[in-house]
């Protein structure tokens, strides 16, 4: 495999000018993770969501939840006190809990190999992270298509590049490279292409200790001892089985002191039963086996709760996004998490059905993305890029997405409240039936009073028309790539860079032999 060269820095139009400005958005953009500064939205009073953690409790006790595949985790399961029956393994009504709370974190820094991008993850913050894994690429030059490597490439520099994402991770499958090599090229390309936290590959037991190898090359191995430098995200194979796969990718980043995610995905009337609040239950339920299990394996290891809770179609069968029980889903979580004592991770970014950036995409993302960031989530995957239900990966969808990011962001911006915030200079200066277009204080804040946005269009008809009349995915189609063009490709030390790429071949290598 040729890494792809750097493009030299130069832009120019419209689009390159859109492109600057979304690269130096308002400071609180800048910031690796967001802060919130506002009352989170909750649904459920006491009542209401010890309902569902006693019935979560009964799940368990009555039900149990499959490990499949692993004798040592139903050793350990037993060893701390739960009833094991070949692979499924019942645990009595607060166990999971109490191992949890005994040792989980509440919080915890994710550190990144540039230091300014470090997240803070749990407590009120909010850490917005792209689309990760879809196998199909769009954009509106040519269509829908499986991913190559020059589409990871791309998407992964707008990602670097877009200032409201704080994370970066796989944002479409490498299709052009064979299974068993792809994390070996996708861990590679996030510490060379970006300086973000990354996030680490669960394929397989071989794809976690390669990609901490990876890691140890490029942070150090004791810093790695001590500190977490991945984000893991672990699926539970809802309902009620953790199979081996993930099983094994946990077991390797927790015992390794690294951020594991447990996270069920649950399309209600699916995967999980046709009422949210039966599938919240379920939800909790594997959130606990999985997340004591992290405990229990590293006492104080890093671990969240994660949530994917929807509804499908009940005329098709497809999966539904920006629905009120998805809604009601994602807020109730982040109460049942912030309850257990763990941060919340979501796959509730800016997710859809809709297979282009149309008026669909943009209502489903823009209510689903707004629901987790005002319900308290901590973790907001697929903020920006996501089509088709998770199968594409949009370029134009990445930067609309970015906007809608962005504004939020800039709701949680404190009201300035100082002298010139209060602006009574201006009132008493423009005084009744005039305009304040040419007041001093309008004079002094009009470049930074109000969000910029990056692609909507407020100009006239006819400025709009005289420039080709575009629509919202044109004129994202032109910002993307004038991106890609400014990019620039973030230093690292030419010693280790040259072990991360010596490590990756001879594993390539390795892995082609059969040795």
Request: glycine residues 10%; hydrophobic residues 40%; contains cysteine.
């Amino acid at each position: 495999m040729i890494d792809t060269p750097d493009k030299p820095s130069r832009s120019g139009g419209r689009a390159g000018r859109r492109a600057k400005r979304q690269a130096s958005s308002s400071p609180a953009s800048r910031e690796p993770y967001v802060e919130r500064n506002f009352p989170l939205f909750r649904l459920l009073d006491e009542d209401g969501l010890q309902t569902i953690e006693r019935n979560a409790d009964i799940i368990l006790r009555d039900v149990g939840m499959v490990f499949s595949g692993d004798p040592e985790v139903l050793l350990i399961l037993a060893a701390a006190g739960a009833r094991v029956e070949g692979e499924r393994v019942y645990f009595e009504p607060g166990m999971c809990r109490e191992i949890i709370q005994a040792t989980a974190p509440a919080d915890f820094t994710q550190h990144a190999r540039n230091p300014a991008n470090s997240l803070h993850i749990g407590g009120r913050s909010a850490v917005f992270s792209t689309v990760g894994g879809p196998p199909f690429v769009h954009d509106i030059d040519k269509g829908r298509r499986y991913a190559t490597t020059e589409d990871h490439l791309n998407l992964l520099k707008i990602g670097h590049i877009l200032p409201v994402l704080h994370a970066t991770g796989g944002p479409c499958e490498l299709m052009d490279v064979p299974i068993p090599e792809r994390h070996l090229h996708g861990t590679y390309y996030q510490f060379r292409y970006s300086d973000k936290a990354i996030h680490g590959s669960v394929r397989s037991a071989t794809a976690a200790k390669d990609t901490l190898a990876m890691a140890r090359i490029v942070f150090g191995e004791r810093y790695l001892e001590d500190n977490i430098c991945i984000y893991a995200g672990v699926n539970t194979n809802s309902p009620l089985v953790l199979d081996d796969t993930m099983m094994a990718a946990l077991k390797i980043y927790a015992r390794a002191n690294q951020a594991v995610l447990v996270s069920p995905y649950i399309l209600a009337g699916a995967m999980g039963p046709v009422s949210i609040a039966g599938s919240l239950a379920q939800q909790l339920a594997e959130a606990l086996g999985g997340l004591a299990l992290v405990q229990l394996l590293r006492p104080g290891a890093a671990c969240a709760m994660g949530t994917f809770i929807g509804s499908i179609s009940m005329q098709s069968g497809a999966p539904a996004f920006g629905t009120p029980e998805s809604i009601k889903g994602i807020t109730i979580a982040a109460e049942l998490a912030r309850r257990l004592g763990v941060p919340l991770s979501c796959a509730g970014g800016a997710v859809t059905a809709s297979k282009l950036p149309d008026a669909q995409a943009a209502f489903e993302s823009t209510l689903t993305l707004q629901a987790s960031f005002y319900a308290g989530v901590n973790y907001i995957s697929h903020c920006a890029g996501w089509l088709e239900g998770g199968l594409t990966t949009g370029y134009e969808k990445m930067i609309i997405d970015a906007d809608i990011c962005s504004i939020l962001q800039g709701f949680n911006k404190p009201l300035d409240l100082s002298e010139e915030g209060q602006a009574m200079d201006a009132v008493r200066e423009v005084g009744p039936g005039s305009h304040y277009l040419g007041a001093a204080h309008t004079m002094r804040n009009f470049e930074t009073a109000f969000w910029k946005p990056t692609v909507a269009d407020n100009n006239t008809y006819e400025q709009w028309a005289s420039e080709g009349a575009p629509d919202t995915a044109k004129r994202a189609n032109g910002i993307w790539k004038a991106m890609l063009v400014d990019y620039q490709t973030p230093a690292m030390d030419p010693g280790i860079h040259e072990a991360l790429r010596d490590y990756r071949d001879q594993r390539l290598k390795e892995i082609r032999t059969g040795e």
